[in-house]
């Protein structure tokens, strides 16, 4: 798996050099394209049809590559910081299983998760 992520992180890369369209985009230019990624993904799931999901979940990987790279040549993060950050969070987010905290029911989970979210991100209701 590693040299499969390794190789999609260097197509993107030449891809961002060597490619006009892709040379010129940006976060905002691209948003409508993850934004699609995205609900493809959930047809996909919804449909049942695995072949589906494993293809619009790889569009979807893409664009998590490419927008990574462009924070990247911005010196603002990259791919390493974005996995790490998600690593964290979930490990936050889930105290019943990385701490002392017990949660025994989904509802219990997501309500839990729910108000750690809001207290790390400073909201009231989520």
Not at 69 to 79: C, P, T
Not at 82 to 110: I, M, S
Request: with cysteine; hydrophobic share 40%; net charge negative.
């Amino acid at each position: 798996m590693a040299d499969a992520l390794r190789d999609l992180q260097e197509l993107t890369a030449v891809l961002r050099v060597e490619c006009p369209w892709d040379r010129e985009q940006t976060e905002r230019t691209i948003v409508p394209h993850t934004a699609e990624e995205a609900y493809e993904v959930a047809e996909a799931a919804l449909a049942g049809d695995p072949a589906k999901l494993r293809d619009e979940l790889g569009d979807l990987l893409f664009q998590v590559f490419f927008l990574s790279r462009l924070l990247d040549e911005r010196g603002e993060g990259d791919l390493d910081a974005v996995a790490r950050g998600v690593h964290e969070k979930l490990v936050r987010r889930h105290p019943h299983v990385f701490g002392e905290a017990e949660a025994r029911t989904p509802a219990r989970v997501r309500e839990r998760w729910e108000r750690i979210k809001a207290e790390q991100e400073g909201r009231e209701g989520v």
